[in-house]
């Protein structure tokens, strides 16, 4: 049976930002990290025109854990598709490890950064009810390209 995670996406760095972002959605524990990354471009408004990644970390800055082997990372990186790291699922990243955070990586010159948690208990996800679903949002778009 299918089960709706809410999450909370907060841009915590980027070369523009300036103001607070925060969105909480509701999405289904089956989505892949393909469907995360399609979801956070649509939501931060970004063209998809960069490299990407996901990763686990206590802190923004911390030591990183990459959901994928680093070695294969260079293939992986803003590749979607087939690899493992795209095709992963949300319910099985989470629950998290103690401590850590999940973080979405776009534009590694620009450097923005989200960090992504769940929040409370996951649920049955409601018949007829279509994920993902923006529930709240807190600031303005980020600005992709402020200078241009």
Known sequence: MATTYQ????????????QPFRRVVE?????????????????????DDHLSTFYL???LMGQRLWLVDPDAMESDL??????????????????????????Y?????????FEIRKQGKERAAAEGSG???LIEAEGPK????PNW
């Open 7 to 18: 999450l909370v996406i907060r841009c915590v760095a980027g070369i523009g930002l300036t």
């Open 27 to 47: 999405l289904s524990s089956m989505a892949t990290l393909a469907d995360l990354h399609a979801l956070i471009q649509e939501l931060s408004g970004f063209d």
């Open 57 to 59: 970390a206590n802190t």
């Open 78 to 103: 803003g590749v979607l598709g087939d690899s493992p790291l795209w095709s992963m699922r949300l319910n099985q990243i989470f629950p998290l490890p103690k401590h850590k955070k999940l973080y």
């Open 105 to 113: 990586w776009f534009d590694f010159g620009d450097d923005w950064i």
């Open 131 to 133: 994920t993902p679903r």
């Open 142 to 145: 980020p600005q992709q390209y």
